[in-house]
């Protein structure tokens, strides 16, 4: 226990009636004693004056705190409790003379200062202490260290000095200095590693230099963040893509890479680029946020003369620096390379079609020429083509006349090409060619071949109908249409005769008009109902004709200009019916010829014997004299008008061949 001295510091001098101000110097902390400490006795000369009513009396913030109190007689000051510097470092306070409370003087002012001890240890502000140091740091870490010291300042009550005690886990190695009285700051020799360690824990410790040397620690939390210390690199060495050359493309390939740092953090997003940055006039990389592949674009056309494959060649880095520890030994950063691959892009060349020069060439020739002759195609235009990569197909001949040469694309014809085949229309034969290129895809064009056939006569005139009707009732004439495939001068027209050798035919029938494009077959005597052949002689205007035989159908048309139907009787008899009806009645007949005959009657016109027409036709047809007979001979029910239903070819057979007989009797 120390002894105190009544620190009595006697400062207040008079003079003349003024007070002087008063400092008292107290030391913080001082044990009080049950109050009893004097500080300091007040003096006034008034007082002794006047001693019975007059008193001291001490006013302000100590006294009303409880700090101090005065003796009202003696003037004696006392402390009554300790003081802490560090709370009220300094009093101010009123002393006076009162008598009956009045002031019996002026006051006097009176300061006390408390003196400081070491009683404050210096401690680490901001606690707890984290921070977040990232692993890219050099040197300085961001981790600035306040202390405070309560104590006064500029005191060694309050210099301190802080340095660390310890460090975990001890590398690398973690420095503190001091940067002022109140700061400190760490530092880092060699580099994190957040692979490794992610937490490190510094303690440190301020201490002061007062008496005593007091003390604290704390322990500082380091939190390892992770950087670009891992380079990206591609997972693949190959990548390939394909694009058509004038054609934009988003997407044309993705490149992935893999990089160890923490996803999502920018030394882990990827950047792309080209090695050859004139590359990115015609394609564009990006990265895509999500997978950090990169995606390829095509932005702009490129022209090649075919089909190649090109090269890109792609690099990669981090969005945030790659960070790498100097080398122990050398002090020296050696940064890896950057990972690069070359992409493969086949760029299609979009085909320009090889372009005849005229999409037509008409060929003209004359139509069953001899086959053999050939037609070169026109010429091709193509501005990127080699005329040896081309080849050319037939894609169009539907009569199969022709041929082509694949290489030369020359055009031949293999047979005989007729005009009036149903594969020609209007006198023309259209064939088509291709001309293809060896691009990808290959490309065409087309030419079509028009064979304009010139006509040759090599079709004969010909009856455009076998039948012709000739109505009884109306008059005898009958025209006789005629076909013929060619065109003038190879067709009508036509000249019209009879045919045959058989001069009575002349008697019965003639042609008017006998030149046209049809003839008029006109019977120059009225004829039964019923059918007749005549042959007819058909040219065309170079004389080049055919002998046809044209069947007349005779009856009667009524109103209208075709034979009615038939009765149902001749439709229902039987060939066989009609065969025993003739044998009835020529049973008849012998009996009435032989009667005729006999009777020296010799009124029959002469009948001819029947034209054969051969195959030409199916019956033996009827003669004139069919007609005459009904002048001759007695009313025949068969050869009334509706006759047709008995066939004529037997009629002449009979009236001919007994007719004949009996002249022959006659005469001889
Ligand atoms: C190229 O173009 C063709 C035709 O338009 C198309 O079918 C093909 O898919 C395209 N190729 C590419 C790689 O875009
Ligand atoms: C282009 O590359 C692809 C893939 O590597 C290959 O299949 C193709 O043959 C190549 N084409 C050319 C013209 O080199
Ligand atoms: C890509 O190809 C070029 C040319 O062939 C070559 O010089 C380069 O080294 C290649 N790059 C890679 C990453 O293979
Ligand atoms: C010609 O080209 C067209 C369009 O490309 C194609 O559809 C056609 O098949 C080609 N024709 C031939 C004969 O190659
Ligand atoms: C007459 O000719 C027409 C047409 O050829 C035929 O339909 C008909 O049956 C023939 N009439 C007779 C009686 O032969």
């Known amino acids: ?10 400062l207040l ?177 060699g580099c994190f590693d957040y692979d490794r360690i992610k937490t490190y824990k510094v303690t440190v410790e301020a201490k002061d230099h007062g008496k005593g040397f007091l003390s604290s620690t704390a322990v500082v939390t380091l939190n390892v963040v992770d950087t670009n210390t891992h380079p990206p690199k591609f997972k693949k060495k190959k990548f390939y893509g394909e694009v058509n050359e004038s054609q934009l493309k988003k997407n044309v390939l993705r490149v992935e890479v893999e990089d160890k740092d923490t996803r999502n953090t920018p030394g882990w997003r990827a950047k792309y680029f080209f090695v050859d940055k004139k590359e990115e006039e015609f394609f564009q990389i990006e990265t895509d946020p999500k997978t950090n592949e990169g995606i390829l674009h095509f932005i702009k056309e490129k022209h090649y003369e075919r089909t190649i494959n ?43 079609a090889p372009q005849f020069e ?18 070169l195609p026109p010429t091709l235009a193509d501005p990127d083509f ?42 023309i034969y259209k064939a088509i060619i291709y001309a293809i290129d060896d691009g990808e895809p290959p490309a ?37 249409p005629v076909i013929d495939p060619d065109d003038p001068p190879y067709s009508g027209p036509f000249a019209f005769s009879l045919g045959g050798v058989d001069e009575n035919l002349k008697t019965q029938w003639k042609l008017d008009p006998d030149i046209g494009m049809e003839g008029g077959l006109v019977s120059l005597t009225p004829l039964a109902y019923g059918n007749y052949s005549v042959p007819v002689e058909i040219e065309d205007q170079q004389g080049m004709g055919a002998q046809d035989t044209v069947n007349v159908i005779v009856c009667d048309c009524g109103e209208a200009d075709v034979c009615p139907a038939r009765g149902p009787l001749s439709t229902s008899l039987g060939a066989a019916g009609v065969g025993s009806i003739i044998l009835g009645f020529l049973i008849f007949l012998l009996l009435l010829l032989i ?54 070819s037997l009629k002449p057979a009979i009236g001919q061949g007994l007719c004949g007989l009996c002249d022959k009797k006659l005469t001889g």
């Open 1 to 10: 226990m120390r002894t105190f001295p009544l620190l009595l510091l006697e």
């Open 13 to 189: 001098l008079r003079s003349k009636r003024d007070w002087v101000l008063s400092t008292i110097e107290l030391r913080e902390e001082e044990p009080v004693y049950g109050g009893r400490i004097v500080v300091s006795q007040m003096y006034n000369d008034q007082k002794k004056e006047d001693n019975v009513h007059s008193k001291f009396h001490l006013s302000g913030a100590g006294v009303d705190d409880g700090f101090f109190r005065i003796n009202e007689e003696n003037g004696e000051v006392y402390l009554l409790k300790k003081i802490d510097r560090e709370k009220t470092p300094h009093f101010e306070m009123k002393f006076e003379i009162l008598t009956d409370g009045v002031a019996i003087d002026d006051p006097l002012t009176i300061i006390v200062d408390v003196e400081d001890i070491n009683d404050n240890a210096p401690i680490f502000k901001n606690l707890p202490l984290i921070f977040n140091v990232k692993e890219n740091t050099k040197g300085i870490l961001p981790v600035v260290l306040d202390v405070c010291d309560e104590d006064q300042e500029d005191t060694p009550n309050s210099k301190v000095t802080i340095r660390m005690l310890k460090q975990e886990p001890a590398e690398p190695t973690i420095e503190l200095k001091q940067l002022s009285n109140r700061k400190a700051q760490l530092t880092l020799k």
């Open 310 to 352: 090109i090269t890109l060649e792609i690099g990669v880095e981090n969005e945030e620096p790659l960070f790498v520890c100097a080398d122990k030994s050398t002090g020296k950063v050696t940064l890896p390379p950057i990972d690069k691959i070359n992409v493969t892009i086949k760029m299609f060349e979009v085909n320009d």
């Open 358 to 375: 005229k999409e037509q060439v008409d060929v003209y020739l004359k139509e069953e020429e001899e086959p053999g002759e050939g037609w």
């Open 386 to 427: 080699d005329i040896d990569k081309i080849r050319f197909v037939l894609t169009e001949d539907p009569a199969g006349w022709l041929t082509i040469d694949p290489i030369t694309g020359k055009v031949t014809s293999v047979t005989k090409m007729d005009r009036e085949s149903p594969f020609v229309e209007k006198g």
């Open 444 to 480: 065409n064009s087309t030419c079509s071949l028009l064979f304009h056939l010139g006509d040759v006569n090599d079709n004969k005139p010909k009856l455009a109908s076998k039948s012709v009707i000739m109505c009884g009732n109306k008059g005898n004439k009958a025209m006789v």
């Open 595 to 648: 009667f005729i005959c006999q009777c020296g009657q010799g009124a029959m016109t002469h009948i001819t014997l029947p034209y054969d027409e051969g195959s030409q036709t199916l019956m033996k047809y009827n003669v004139e004299g069919g007609g005459a007979a009904s002048t001759a001979m007695p009313t025949i029910p068969w050869l009334s008008s509706n006759g047709a239903t008995v066939t004529d």
